[in-house]
């Protein structure tokens, strides 16, 4: 089983960037799938999931707006595309199939100018 995240990287703030995640190893379309991401020094903080068939999605009151969660059951990849963003999104984000407990390796997003 494997999740391999892409797409982090240094964006000034109000920029814009779009994080995928391919998954390896199982059936992608059976599972819910979530993004976490752990900024330094504080917890993990749950920031978006979106159901296995792709109908209900939520967010974290701090994303609402801004970010959106998609997936293609095909391509088995769920997406989390990111706009207006601020210096307080700086984290690693992780791609998360919440059922089976399978995580990512992380990618880091920076928001600076």
């Known amino acids: 089983v494997q999740l391999v995240e892409s797409g982090g990287g240094l964006v000034q703030p109000g920029g814009s960037l779009r994080l995928s995640c391919e998954a390896f190893?199982?059936?992608?379309?059976?599972?819910?799938m979530s993004w976490y991401r752990q900024a330094p020094g504080k917890g993990r903080e749950l920031v978006a999931d979106?159901?296995?068939?792709?109908?209900?999605?939520n967010y974290a009151d701090s994303v609402k707006g801004r970010f959106t969660i998609s997936r293609d059951n095909v391509k088995s990849t769920v997406y989390l595309q990111m706009n207006s963003l601020k210096p307080e999104d700086t984290a690693v984000y992780y791609c998360?199939?919440?059922?089976?407990?399978?995580w990512g390796q992380g990618t880091q997003v920076t928001v600076s100018s």
């Open positions: 998360v199939a919440p059922s089976v407990n399978y």
């Open positions: 190893g199982f059936s992608f379309s059976n599972y819910p």
């Open positions: 979106i159901s296995s068939g792709g109908g209900n999605t």
